[in-house]
């Protein structure tokens, strides 16, 4: 037996932006970086430590908006658009620095290489399905896929009981959809739990979720190995929450790894930096500046300005990734001997969750600093042994009963981020929807109608009623996201975010009359239906209500 | 559109009427069933960047002016928990309230307000303020309590007539529960619970469960004790918990303002320590900890706050933290046999 057991478990995350009505949108940007940075990088290493023997066994939640979003044909057709322009500036780079600017020689070369790479990744192995590469993972043993809230809705603060649900079995048929199996766990959209919540995961099937620190610190009764074990809720759900030295010593910025000094710095990049005559064939068509993903200078220093940051060396990148994963060991063997000691011989469990893309789009080094920390785990040591909360339920070791607290892991702990002073006015308007919902699926809905077009009459047409209430599940959902309240609170893209939220909620609204007026504009559903296009499989009886 | 169906007196409890909605604005209504084609939609098209809304198809301008509707003028009241001392309230009453109220009371109308009532279900308390027939609301409130939110009309010595009502909130603990679990396997002693407190990075809380022992009972009469010798007066601080008194007088002794206690506190014993601000001060707190709890004033140094700042967008919750330059197992319990009461 290990001294101690480690689960690493990131939470694969992306609000559903798509919008086919232009040619191209900037915050579909998000998602493409996010593939070059993270989710290739990430696949491809996962990939490569399987096949070295040194499996990564830990948890990643591929969220459902991300798992459509990666399936999305116009998406894809978008990105691989998107990379195969990157990589023209980044060889554009090459020449240009091999005769202007030497020092930035190293990382232009990089980059080159880098996204050489990824397009073969994405064009010839993973052929352009990242969730199948996902999933193959899977398949073979390496990760844990769990699910999330269905468009990562804040559970405690939507209001109906009809609408909790829907965000958790909408979620697990859309993994159903894409990983051909039932998730074992859910990562709680912004680990937000209140008591109850766990009533709705056991209904679904779900055997465990992530939760922060104090729901199980706080909970009643205390917990004998406090957030080093997990605990199970009384209806037998069980509770896997968060170890907060492991979320300093990676996320902090004043003491965590990525502030190093020669680590990429995030913030200079060459779409400020070159002439814009010079950049113009690889902006959008609007012609504005943006971050293009191709940074040439390190950290350097904390108080350092952007102008007096040094050149990017990428080998003393790759050493200090080395290093801070060799100290990572070192600190989690250190601490598993301290817990074990204190848990009288029990071999503890760290549990370390993280935002996935911290690794490779904040943190441009982390996906090494994953693959140097498995390979360590693997071949150096054999105090800690690295397992996924599915694998720490089988071991049969005893779990604590216990009734969690309500909580989250955003600042200060509960709810503050997503429900502010910027933020509250957008709740009337969620509740109000909530409720027509069901209202309208008591009204408008006919199970037994759904049933009959489902099973016998496939290819003939939908009945419009049906369409509509299911567009009006799209829309809620889309409202309910997490991700705009938190933008607004956090003012980044706060323009964007905001008209998002008014957006579904005024299509719902005009998606309502239609179906209450049964005058249909086939040209405007339509519409609706084509830019929204999310879950496919959905089903609005899931808002039907069970009393 | 709802309807004032009748008028409800309910004089077993807290002695209120209550109006019951009947909303009849829900019909019945046939499915559409004009079948339409198809799932699968006909491809529309895309918009130039610079398009202007004259240049766009009647679809397309429909959705590029996306506008919040204009709720519906129903009762509505719901209550949401933003921390644990922090709950937000929205509510509409939809049509005139005076109006129901007149047809209802006749006369007695005229010496009524609208006003928003908070109540205290655990502690069975409320607060009371004029508002209008919509609105929001942020209220202050403790920690580990049961709320819940009506807005009515009031008037003194006369019965509160309740017009809506909102949800129940109940918030969390903001420290360790005092239950230990029965079972042989779970069950642990406070210095053991204080150690697993600190090396989970919560030291605050550990700190403060091995100062107050095992004995719940004994520690919550010396901490309450306690709390009198600070003001210097036998002060009732029923309703406002141990682990609360605890907490403002370690901040105190470490050096921290009254002021600055304020968010830190349960609203309660802020306004409490308020009305005995003259009497606070650091080397009172200090001289309190050291006899009643044996801990010098040079092993508390400072609240740490590591604050949320991380990479990225994400901000995540850290755990406060109050250093002490004494390790917790070393801490005596208040509540072992040599702790003293009040006399």
């Known amino acids: 037996m290990p001294t101690g057991y480690f689960s690493l478990i990131l939470h694969a995350h992306l609000p559903f932006v798509r919008h086919p009505e232009y040619p191209e949108f900037l915050e579909e940007d998000w998602l493409f970086e996010a593939i070059t940075e993270v989710y290739l990088p990430l696949i491809f290493i996962f990939q490569n430590l399987y096949e070295a023997g040194a499996v990564p066994r830990m948890a990643i939640n591929v969220s459902p908006p991300l798992c459509e979003m990666l399936s999305d044909e116009l998406l894809q057709t978008r990105y691989t658009r998107h990379l195969e322009n990157l990589l023209e500036l980044a060889e554009k780079e090459v020449r240009r620095t091999a005769s202007e600017s030497m020092e930035f020689q190293d990382v232009a070369n990089m980059y080159a290489e880098n996204l050489r790479a990824s397009l073969g990744l994405w064009n010839d192995r993973y052929k352009r399905n990242l969730v199948g590469a996902f999933r193959e993972l899977q398949d073979e043993g390496v990760l844990e896929i769990i699910t999330c809230g269905a468009t990562h ?102 003491i965590g790894y990525p502030g190093s000094d020669v680590y990429r710095e995030f913030y200079r990049d060459i779409g400020w930096d070159l002439p814009i005559d010079y950049l113009r064939p690889h902006l959008h068509a609007d012609g504005n500046r943006r971050h293009l993903g191709l940074k040439y200078h390190r950290i350097t220093g904390r108080d350092v300005p952007q102008h007096g940051k040094a050149p990017y060396v990428p080998a003393l990148a790759r050493e200090k990734a080395a290093e801070n994963a060799s100290h990572f060991i070192g600190e989690r063997i250190k601490q598993a001997h301290v817990l074990r000691e204190t848990f009288d011989g029990r071999p503890p469990l760290v549990v370390s969750p993280y935002d996935a893309e911290l690794f490779g789009h904040w943190w441009y080094e982390g996906p090494q600093f994953i693959d140097y920390f498995f390979r360590k785990l693997h071949f150096d040591q054999s105090d800690i042994a690295a397992v996924t909360p599915g694998d720490f339920l089988d071991s049969g070791l005893p779990i604590q009963r216990q009734q969690p607290i309500a909580s989250s892991w955003g600042e200060a702990g509960f709810y503050k981020v997503w429900l502010n002073e910027k933020n509250s006015w957008m709740y009337p308007y969620q509740h109000d929807a909530e409720r027509r919902m069901s209202e309208l699926v008591a009204r408008f809905g006919d199970t037994e109608t759904r049933r009959h077009a489902d099973t016998e009459n496939v290819g003939d047409t939908i009945p419009v009623s049906r369409r509509i209430l299911n567009q009006l599940a799209r829309e809620l959902l889309l409202a309910e996201s997490s991700d705009w309240a938190f933008q607004i609170y956090q003012g980044t893209t706060v323009e964007y975010s905001s008209r998002r939220f008014q957006s579904h909620i005024h299509r719902f609204d005009l998606l309502t009359k239609m179906l209450e007026s049964g005058e249909v504009d086939e040209e405007l559903l339509s519409e609706i239906e084509r830019r929204d296009n999310i879950f496919s499989e959905i089903d609005y009886s899931v808002y039907a209500s069970k009393e | 559109m709802s309807r004032l169906r009748k008028l409800e007196v309910n004089k077993t409890e807290d002695e209120f009427i209550e109006f019951v909605l009947d909303d009849d604005s829900v019909s019945s209504a046939e499915p559409i069933r004009a079948d339409v084609e198809p799932a699968v939609p006909a491809f529309i098209g895309t918009l130039e960047p610079s398009a202007t809304l004259d240049e766009m198809p009647p679809v397309f301008r429909e959705l590029a002016l996306p506008k919040l509707p204009q709720l519906a003028h129903t009762a509505r009241a719901r209550l949401l928990m933003q921390t644990p001392n922090r709950l937000f309230f929205y509510w509409s009453l939809g049509s005139n309230p005076f109006q129901r109220l007149n047809r209802a009371l006749g006369a007695h109308t005229a010496s009524y307000t609208l006003v928003l009532r908070l109540l205290d279900l655990k502690r069975d308390s409320e607060e009371i303020h004029p508002v209008e027939a919509e609105g929001s609301w942020w209220f202050h409130v403790d920690a580990d309590g049961e709320y819940r939110a009506e807005i009515g009309f009031y008037a003194p010595n006369l019965p509160f007539v309740r017009a809506v009502y909102s949800n129940t909130v109940q918030t969390p603990r903001k420290n360790p529960s005092t239950r230990v679990a029965t079972e042989a396997d779970w069950n642990v002693t406070s210095d053991e619970f204080a150690r697993v407190l600190e090396v989970a990075g919560f030291s605050e809380d550990a700190f403060d469960v091995a100062i107050a022992g095992d004995d719940a009972e004994s520690a919550e009469t010396t901490t309450r004790d306690a709390f009198s010798d600070l003001v210097d ?111």
Not at chain 1, 219 to 239: E, K, M, S, W
Request: charged share 25%; net charge negative.
């Open chain 1, 153 to 254: 809705g804040f559970l405690p603060l939507i209001s109906t009981p009809e609408a909790r649900r829907a965000q958790i079995e909408v979620a697990v048929a859309n993994y159903r959809k894409h990983f051909g199996r039932q998730p074992r766990g859910i990562w709680l959209p912004e680990c937000a739990y209140e008591p109850g919540v766990e009533e709705l995961l056991k209904s679904a099937g779900i055997e465990y979720f992530i939760a922060d620190t104090h729901a199980i610190l706080y909970g009643d009764p205390r917990p004998r190995y406090g957030v080093h074990a997990p605990v199970i809720c009384p209806n037998g759900t069980a509770v896997f929450a968060r170890d907060v030295e492991t979320s300093e010593q990676v996320w902090s910025s004043v």
């Open chain 2, 233 to 343: 007066e036998d002060v009732d601080t029923d309703g406002i918990s141990p682990e609360d008194l605890r907490h403002a007088m370690l901040l105190l002794a470490a050096g921290h303002a009254l002021e600055s206690l304020r968010w830190k506190i349960s609203p309660a014993l802020y306004e409490l320590m308020q009305k005995y601000a003259e009497r606070l001060s650091t080397e009172r707190a200090a001289a309190i900890l050291r006899e009643r709890y044996d801990i010098e004033s040079e092993e508390i140094t400072e609240e740490e706050e590591l604050g949320a700042t991380v990479y990225g967008l994400s901000s995540i919750n850290f755990p406060r933290r109050l250093r002490t330059r004494r390790k917790s197992p070393k801490l005596r319990p208040i509540s072992s046999p040599t702790g003293s009461g009040r006399n």
